[in-house]
């Protein structure tokens, strides 16, 4: 069983602000390459942060970027598209001012 990530989508969360990444078919190797403290282990943690809900500092209140404020009509939140076995599985978590966000789809279809 293989699962690839076809795309990550961050917005205020960790370090970033509007991120839209996507990885194309036949992509097998990625490498973050910058220099120190441009985002590197935050991107590797936002990712954590999706798949697990948990972060490095057990703290989620890290999470969101600073200075933003997340509410219910503009949350921070990281998604990201897998492909599997089963499908295309998106997986999307985040934070709405004190609330914390879960939603899990298959091929579209909510399925947590």
Do not use: Y
């Not at 990885?23 to 990712?47: H, Q, Y």
């Not at 809900?53 to 990201?80: N, Q, W, Y």
Request: net charge neutral; hydrophobic share 45%; proline share 4%.
């Amino acid at each position: 069983m293989m699962t690839r990530i076809r795309r990550v989508n961050l917005h205020n969360l960790f370090a970033f602000q509007d991120l839209d990444l996507a990885f194309p078919d036949g992509t097998d190797v990625v490498a973050l390459v910058g220099d120190n403290r441009c985002g590197k282990s935050s991107f590797m943690e936002a990712i954590l942060f999706v798949l697990t809900g948990e972060v490095r500092h057990g703290k989620t209140d890290t999470i969101v970027r600073r200075g933003f404020k997340p509410t219910a009509k503009d949350p921070a939140f990281g998604e990201l598209a897998l492909d599997t076995d089963d499908g295309i599985a998106t997986v999307k978590r985040g934070r709405a001012g004190p609330t914390l966000l879960l939603e899990v789809r298959l091929d579209g279809v909510v399925v947590a």
